[in-house]
């Protein structure tokens, strides 16, 4: 197959995680004849600083026309405190918008050999959910602004009924080849917007008689996540709730470096992993990239490549098994760097 790739490396560890995320894609694509074009575009601090603007016309153009956007981190502190539209994150999330990539599928798992999550051992046991968080519209994407000389501020959450269906069929259709069963996290005795969501998921529900729905408000879903990890399947929520959610799941399995995300929509398709750009740990080669190979393996799913896909992950798990990880994963004496945990995971491709 001929696919093109969108490369958007972003802010902080962005491209030394997308450096070996192409390295591993390459070895893919050599064992398998497939051939992957790159196209490098510019978003976050770098856009900035170039073009005055976090997500340029041109990087959107070349996006909306790729096959698949692979999408580093973005970021970074020193725009903190740039006009509405014009911080870094504010690129992101117009890209999501402009792309409709209103489904994002966050899968939390366990790698067994792990031990770096506070959480005791016996409750990570079969650990194996997934988030399905609605990424383009909610609080993210309401009017906001401030008033009384901008003493008070205001950001509106708005769901829509069809925005609500769209993620909600998404969700359903996962749960049939699982373990048949959705939470729906919500905050329905406080939130117009929740109530509305749960009026909406309960009637798709009629069509899926063989899947458990549930309900739980965030505040006992955050706990949950904690005491009782395993009885989640499908996690289905709105895009607050679902980006708060998956970086408290992240605890569970040792690092949130490890975590891959792919964002849907009806045609189009962005994978991402689901850190930050971690400015501190820039250019030491310290990274973890397996969120970002994982986003990878997403992505080759999304192609219909199963078997390189599952090649790909098995690779990652036996990265882990002998112990080639970076520091946040292993204990720091015992570690390997960013460059070599990519070379490894290359060379098991290159040889299995
Ligand atoms: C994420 C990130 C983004 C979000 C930021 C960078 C805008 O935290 O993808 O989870 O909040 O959606």
Request: charged share 30%; proline share 5%.
């Amino acid at each position: 197959m001929i696919k093109s790739i969108s490369i958007i490396e972003g802010d902080g560890i962005g491209p030394e995680v997308i450096k070996q995320t192409i390295k591993v894609l390459n070895s893919i694509a050599k064992k398998y004849g497939h051939k992957f074009h790159y196209k490098n575009l510019l978003a976050g601090s770098k856009a900035i600083e170039k073009f005055g603007d976090p997500m340029p016309e041109e990087t959107i153009n070349h996006c909306l026309k790729a096959d698949a956007v692979l999408f580093g981190c973005i970021g970074d502190p020193k725009y903190d405190h740039n006009p509405k539209g014009m911080r870094p994150e504010d690129g992101l999330l117009k890209l999501r918008k402009k792309m409709n990539l209103y489904c994002n599928i966050r899968p939390i798992s366990i790698f067994p050999k792990l031990d770096k999550s506070p959480i005791k051992k016996e409750l990570l046991n079969n650990v194996d959910f997934i988030i399905y968080r609605e990424l383009t519209g909610g609080v993210y994407f309401g009017e906001k602004g401030r008033y009384k000389n901008g003493d008070k501020a205001y950001d509106h959450c708005i769901y829509s009924k069809k925005e609500i269906e769209k993620i909600g069929e998404k969700a359903f259709k996962a749960a049939l080849f699982r373990k048949k069963k959705v939470t729906l996290v919500d905050k329905a005795n406080v939130l117009e917007t929740s109530r509305l969501w749960r009026e909406v998921i309960k009637k798709i529900s009629l069509d899926y008689p063989s899947i458990d729905l549930d309900f739980l408000y965030i505040d006992n879903a955050s706990m949950q996540i904690i005491m009782n990890p395993k009885k989640f399947d499908i996690i289905l929520t709105d895009n607050m709730f679902g980006d708060i959610l998956s970086e408290e799941s992240s605890v569970l399995t040792s690092s949130l470096g490890l975590l891959p995300s792919a964002s849907i929509g009806d045609d189009k398709s962005m994978f991402e992993p689901i850190h930050g750009s971690y400015p501190q740990a820039e250019g030491k080669n310290i990274a973890n990239p397996l969120g970002c190979i994982l986003s990878g393996s997403m992505m080759l799913e999304y192609f219909g490549m199963y078997r390189e896909k599952n090649l790909l992950e098995e690779a990652v798990k036996d990265s882990i098994e002998k112990e080639i990880c970076t520091p946040d994963i292993i204990d720091s004496k015992l570690s390997s760097t960013t460059e070599e945990v990519g070379d490894y995971i290359k060379k098991y491709i290159i040889h299995q």
